[in-house]
């Protein structure tokens, strides 16, 4: 909402100052690192990673995914990725499979293992974000995801778009 009332306008503009936006890093830091604390914990008792936490999550939600898909959405090198996807499909996590149309892709899948370890991943997740939204309310959750979506960076934004809009 507009206003022609210039003292106004500077208060509306104090989010932007230098110890505001510092304040949101730390917040976003710690954040960060509370959400990945109890999947950190259930993930070392695998000896398992953030890596893998993140391959795992992301092809759950496309199953038969790519492996090229997967490097575009992770933004990581294919020699990590293989580091990664290797220790999942050793352990019985993933499973990899030669494409039927074109035998060079290989499409990955989680095994049962692989189902259950990422539901309890996901499940821990939810629950502390599922907190935290209860606590700010819906019209903050609103801008939170409106900020965050700010921040991405546009080669990104359309794998986020998919998997946002429910596709895989």
Request: hydrophobic residues 35%; proline residues 3%.
């Amino acid at each position: 909402m507009a206003t022609n009332d210039p003292a106004r306008e500077g208060e509306n503009l104090l989010f932007l100052t230098d110890e505001q936006l510092r304040k949101g890093i730390e917040a976003m830091f710690f954040a960060y690192r509370g959400f990945t604390a109890d999947p950190d914990r259930i993930l070392a008792d695998y000896g398992l990673g953030r890596a893998h936490h993140r391959a795992l999550h992301f092809i759950h939600r496309s199953p038969g995914t790519t492996v090229n898909n997967l490097l575009s959405i992770l933004g990581v090198t294919k020699q990590s990725l293989n580091r990664v996807l290797r220790t999942l499909v050793e352990e019985g996590l993933v499973e990899s499979r030669v494409g039927q149309r074109d035998r060079r892709e290989r499409h990955l899948r989680l095994t049962e293992a692989g189902r259950t370890l990422e539901q309890r991943l996901s499940d821990a997740q939810r629950d502390r974000m599922r907190a935290a939204y209860r606590s700010a309310g819906p019209a903050a959750v609103a801008g939170f995801r409106q900020v965050l979506e700010a921040m991405m960076d546009e080669e990104t934004r359309p794998s986020y778009e998919t998997l946002r809009d429910g596709g895989g």
